[in-house]
């Protein structure tokens, strides 16, 4: 304890001063860890980017009080929406801890800070009927990429893939009854494969495009965004994006009754549903309405 002491009051570790040095610290620690992925390795420089202009940063470690982080906190509350004041607090916690691990200082001077409530807005999916028309429409426009935009835009709507996964699926990803999500080279969210069911609207799409016949990726591109866009111009109908098709998946399997753990599991959640029913608050009410009418005290 007495060395730990030693090392915060001597107020620098290896060069380390400022906030502002941990949080460069914190970033390049984080950087090296081999599990990593390289759009982990983009955000974590955005958001560190974003701490650096911060008064606090450029305060000896030290000498950062309480008060510091608390007008830190309320400003940046009052400049950025809730979830990415949110997401800036983890960090500065992170580097707070780093600092405080490394130089033996006892008091957390984030400790009072609290996470900025979230309004949850209730999702409103398209239809099934809507999306078929957004393809057709991509379709319809007979340009280069026009066909696999399509067929993308269906796929992600019927596997509940997250954008990249769609982008990276390889013909060897179909094996019989089931879709194996690897996330390419890259791997995926949470670096585990998964298996998805190919379903009815699912095996459409394959057997019409010849996927199961192909080897390699089955999409040039990375994403149908732009095409998605236009196609909801044209139809006028609300913006429908690659991650609108991915909760347009979960939306469908609950209204369908497929229990909230087994679309977790597809989709990739490893909370086992917790995510999706905070997510989908509309879709839990009416399916509780639901299985409510099952009831028979008699």
């Not at 007979?142 to 696999?148: D, I, M, T």
């Not at 497929?258 to 679309?263: E, I, K, P, W």
């Amino acid at each position: 304890m007495d060395a730990a002491r030693v090392r915060f009051e001597g107020g620098a570790v290896e060069g380390l001063v400022t906030l502002g040095d941990w949080l460069a610290e914190w970033l390049r620690r984080e950087q090296a860890r081999p599990s990593i992925k390289p759009g982990t390795k983009e955000d974590y420089e955005k958001k560190a980017k974003a701490l650096e202009g911060a008064d606090v940063m450029g305060k000896a470690f030290s000498k950062v009080t309480a008060e510091d982080c608390r007008e830190w906190w309320r400003e940046l509350c009052d400049a950025v929406a809730p979830i990415t004041a949110n997401a800036r607090l983890r960090v500065m916690k992170a580097v707070i801890a780093l600092a405080m691990a490394e130089t033996g200082r006892a008091d957390d001077p984030t400790r009072g800070l609290s996470r900025k409530p979230v309004r949850r807005l209730v999702r409103k999916m398209p239809a099934a009927d809507t999306v078929r028309q957004v393809a057709e429409t991509i379709r319809a426009q007979g340009k280069r990429h026009s066909g696999e935009c399509a067929a993308m835009v269906e796929f992600a709507a019927y596997s509940g893939m997250r954008p990249a996964e769609v982008a990276a699926v390889r013909g060897e990803d179909l094996d019989g009854e089931w879709l194996v999500v690897r996330g390419g080279e890259d791997g995926t969210k949470n670096h585990e494969e998964r298996l998805v069911p190919i379903n009815r609207a699912l095996r459409g799409v394959i057997e019409r495009e010849g996927f199961g016949d192909r080897a390699g990726k089955l999409f040039s591109i990375k994403s149908p965004t732009r095409a998605l866009r236009a196609a909801c111009v044209r139809l006028g109908i609300d913006s429908v994006t690659p991650y609108t098709l991915r909760h347009f998946f979960a939306t469908s399997c609950m209204e369908a009754g497929v229990d909230v753990a087994t679309v977790a599991d597809w989709m990739g959640h490893k909370d086992g549903g917790v995510l999706l029913l905070k997510t989908y608050t509309h879709v839990r009410r009416a399916h509780s309405l639901r299985e409510a009418g099952r009831l028979n005290f008699e």
